[in-house]
């Protein structure tokens, strides 16, 4: 495989419903799309990383700044026996793991389409469809939330996420608890509280939450470590994983009993498939995170959520959820019983609607071989 054109875009979408985290809220999501090509075949590849900083330090700039000056020239005309050697390629620069992920997830891409084969296969998928969750961001009120919970559920999701933060937290838990009973259900703090909350989060235990998601700071491992050992529930960790280093110290200091896989922020495929490994050997499960994806990169996740140690619901849902009408047609949709099909075309396998991403693009930049 060999890329021989590599094309930047800028894409800007509106959200059906404003999204909030303890970061803020947001009601557009801008995101850069790679294109690479090569031989007749094209590959795509979204970018996770946001406008702002705030979930991580890379932001839709930055990586549109470190793919066209220092990732596009280290794998264009490059000849790849596979895809997984993209990872390594771009090794020479520190860090940038989102703007490499969506370098080496098209090209991926491209070479399931090149081979003509779903990208699950590829990667060592077993199962057909995945269980499906959703992650419900902070509310305008409890009552709001609580009906953003029911009409979830009567969709047939499998498991409810809350984004909590100090204020927004135990009260939002407990009101849940008392109007769904015992259904699946967790709680994402993106890192808002500190060690010393460590009484107050205690109060959640009691509502047997399935873990709560990155309550403390993304690096600090040891304080997770140490709040693990005065709480019940387990913790999962999200922002503090960037690389399978960080799982291996994570897992070996007990700072977490479950892990969030998110490719983009461990540089693409090829980590998250030692990230997996990892993590199946050491008998920690992880599910597969979200990032407002657009269907393109929603459909790279349901790819990688076939593996087995995806043993548990993750945040990758429907497309009608985020953006109506998303980039992709058909859209990805939920069954009744909360489980979402794998493609099974080459590649990604989902067919991008070439006009609504037109209107949808702010600029583009191509970058071909010299
Ligand atoms: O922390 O998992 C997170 C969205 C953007 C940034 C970070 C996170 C999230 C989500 C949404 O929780 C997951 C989704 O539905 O795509
Ligand atoms: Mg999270």
Redesign the pocket.
Known sequence: MRITRLELRLVRLPLVHF?E?SFGRVHERAFVLVTVDGDEMTGMGECVADTDPY?SPETTETAWHVISAFLAPLVLGVEFAHPREVFGAMRRVRGHNMAKAAVEMAAWDLFGRQQGVPLSRLLGGTRPSIAAG??IGIQDSLDDLITRVDRELAQGYQRI?I?IKPGWDVGAVERIRSRFGPIPLMA?A?AAYTLADAPHLSRLDPYELMMI??PLDHEDLFDHAALQRLMRTPICL?ESIQTVRHARDAIDLGACRVI?VKPGRVGGFAESLRLHDLTAARGVPVWH?????SGIGRAHNLHLASLPNFSIPG?V?ASCRYYQPDLIDPPIEVRPDGTILVPTGPGTGVHVVRERLERATGRVAVLERP
Request: hydrophobic share 25%; proline share 0%.
């Open positions: 999204f985290t979930y959703v992650s996420k984004k994402d993106n998601e990155q999200d969030n995170g979200g990032m407002l994806e945040d849902a």
